[in-house]
T-cell receptor
């Protein structure tokens, strides 16, 4: 039973398209995150939601829009995709900044 | 803002050797420190979580230590195996539920 699951695992699309990545956690955690891992493997925080409320919003283009319909779900929608958006996007969750759990990642390739 | 550094960036050892990975952080007021493993093309797997009140945490051949006053943690891997080859990352949370990651150490264990 996967704790943090994200779909799709792979996404290949053309520049200019709009795409979404979904994330769900069944751990009962209040806080969920989106991270971006670039080709150099550095993990960069993008957004964090605590109980459906946005608490961290790093300097990310406004083409990226997170949505949290409930505390178990955090989706990421990306408009007008650019080549530089190609990366692996990880969803994660935690409870009160204790242990952090990650999903398997969604590899986005923009052509 | 917390800054987390991992040295070395890459490490190559022959099978059977014991090794130490290092993680340094600038703000010693941490709740805990977490060590992760990432295999190529995969997500991050939590290895060990050390609470701020703990000095050590062990899991099998892995032992993590924490020295808050000096801002350092080490991950000791005993009797390394080729299957230990991966990237190892450490992370610390702040009071705002944000986690700060090091840049990782890429470990190769040579058979």
């Amino acid at each position: 039973d996967t704790a943090v699951s994200q779909t799709p695992k792979y996404l290949v699309t053309q520049m200019g398209n709009d795409k979404s990545i979904k994330c769900e956690q069944n751990l009962g955690h209040d806080t969920m995150y989106w991270y971006k891992q670039d080709s150099k493997k550095f993990l960069k925080i993008m957004f964090s939601y605590n109980n459906k409320e946005l608490i961290i919003n790093e300097t990310v283009p406004n083409r990226f829009s997170p949505k949290s319909p409930d505390k178990a779900h955090l989706n990421l929608h990306i408009n007008s995709l650019e080549l530089g958006d190609s990366a692996v996007y990880f969803c994660a969750s935690s409870q009160l900044a204790r242990e952090l759990f990650f999903g398997e990642g969604s590899r986005l390739t923009v052509l | 803002k917390q800054e987390v550094t991992q040295i070395p960036a890459a490490l190559s050892v022959p099978e059977g050797e014991n090794l130490v990975l290092n993680c340094s952080f600038t703000d010693s007021a941490i709740y805990n420190l977490q060590w992760f493993r990432q295999d190529p093309g995969k997500g991050l797997t939590s290895l060990l979580l050390i609470q701020s009140s703990q000095r050590e945490q062990t899991s099998g051949r892995l032992n993590a230590s924490l020295d808050k006053s000096s801002g350092r943690s080490t991950l000791y891997i005993a009797a390394s195996q080729p299957g230990d080859s991966a990237t190892y990352l450490c992370a610390v949370p702040d009071t705002g539920n944000q986690f700060y990651f090091g840049t990782g150490t890429s470990l190769t264990v040579i058979p």
